[in-house]
C-alpha cells in the first residue's frame, strides 16, 4: 500500500514537472516573442528617428536656399527699380530737351518765314536789330534825364514855394524813410541812405528816432542819387546821433 502511494505521489511530481515545464517553456516562447518584437520596434523608431532627422536637416537647407534665393531677388528687384528710374529720369530728361528742341526749330521756322516774308537781306536785318538797340539806348538815356530834370523840377518848385513864401518849410513825402550811416559829431553833419531816387529834397526836414525816441532833428543839405548829407539842427539835439538811428518825416 505504501509502496502504491509512493508510485502514485512519484507520478504526481513528474505530472506537475511536466506542467511546470511546459509553463517555462511558453513563458521562454512568449518572453523571447516580445524580446523579438521589442527589438524590431526598436530598429524602425531608429529607422524612423534617423529619417526624421535627415528629412529636417534636408528642410533646414531648403529653407536657407529659399531665404538666400529671396534676398537675391530683392537685391535684383531694388536693383531692376532704380535702373528703371534712372530710365525714366532720362527719358522725362530727352522729352524736355526733344520738347524744348522742337520749340526753338518752331520758333527759328517762324523767323524765318518772317524774314522771307519782309522782302530784307540778312544785312538789312542786321541793321536794323543794331538800330534798335541803339534807339533803345537813347530811350533809357531819355527816361533817365526826365527823371534827374523831374527831381530838378520838384526841388525848383519847392525852393520857389520858400521864396514867395507860399510855404514855410520843404514838404517831404510822408512815407520817406531812411537809416543814418556815418556820423560827424565836430561839425554836426550826418550821413544818410537815402537820396534823391527816394524822394529826399534840399532844405526839407527829418526827425532823427531811436526805438521810438527823438534824438535830434535834421535838415538836408544835398543828394545824390542814393544818399544824403543833413545839418543836425542843434535846437531839436536831445542826445548824440548814433549809426543806424532812424530818419523819417515828421508831422
Known amino acids: 500500500m505504501v509502496r502504491i502511494c509512493l508510485i502514485i505521489a512519484i507520478a504526481a511530481s513528474l505530472a506537475a514537472l511536466a506542467v511546470s515545464q511546459l509553463r517555462v517553456v511558453e513563458n521562454i516562447r512568449a518572453i523571447t516573442a516580445e524580446r523579438n518584437q521589442y527589438k524590431a520596434d526598436s530598429e524602425r523608431f531608429q529607422e524612423e528617428a534617423s529619417k526624421a532627422r535627415k528629412d529636417a536637416k534636408d528642410a533646414t537647407a531648403a529653407a536657407e536656399k529659399a531665404k538666400k534665393d529671396l534676398e537675391t531677388a530683392r537685391n535684383d528687384l531694388?536693383?531692376?527699380?532704380?535702373k528703371a528710374d534712372q530710365q525714366e529720369k532720362r527719358a522725362n530728361l530727352l522729352a524736355t530737351t526733344l520738347e524744348k528742341t522742337t520749340q526753338e526749330r518752331n520758333d527759328a521756322q517762324t523767323e524765318v518765314a518772317r524774314w522771307r516774308a519782309s522782302g530784307l537781306t540778312l544785312e538789312q536785318i542786321e541793321a536794323t536789330r543794331v538800330d534798335n538797340k541803339k534807339l533803345?539806348?537813347?530811350?533809357?538815356?531819355?527816361?533817365?534825364?526826365?527823371?534827374?530834370?523831374?527831381?530838378?523840377?520838384?526841388?525848383?518848385?519847392?525852393?520857389?514855394?520858400?521864396?514867395?513864401g507860399t510855404k514855410t518849410k520843404v514838404d517831404l513825402r510822408p512815407d520817406l524813410?531812411?537809416?543814418?550811416?556815418?556820423?560827424?559829431?565836430?561839425y554836426e553833419f550826418v550821413v544818410l541812405d537815402i537820396g534823391l531816387d527816394d524822394g529826399v529834397l534840399a532844405r526839407g526836414e527829418m526827425l532823427v528816432d531811436r526805438s521810438g525816441k527823438l534824438v535830434s532833428k535834421i535838415r538836408i543839405l544835398g543828394a545824390g542819387?542814393?544818399?544824403?548829407?543833413?545839418?543836425?539842427?542843434?535846437?531839436?539835439?536831445?542826445?548824440?546821433?548814433?549809426?543806424?538811428?532812424?530818419v523819417l518825416v515828421g508831422p
Open 177 to 186: 524813410k531812411g537809416k543814418v550811416i556815418a556820423v560827424d559829431p565836430k
Open 225 to 246: 542819387p542814393h544818399q544824403t548829407v543833413a545839418n543836425v539842427l542843434s535846437d531839436w539835439k536831445q542826445g548824440e546821433i548814433l549809426d543806424g538811428d532812424i
Open 78 to 82: 531694388a536693383a531692376a527699380s532704380e
Open 136 to 164: 533803345a539806348a537813347e530811350n533809357n538815356a531819355l527816361t533817365n534825364e526826365n527823371k534827374v530834370l523831374g527831381r530838378m523840377l520838384t526841388q525848383c518848385k519847392s525852393e520857389l514855394d520858400l521864396l514867395t
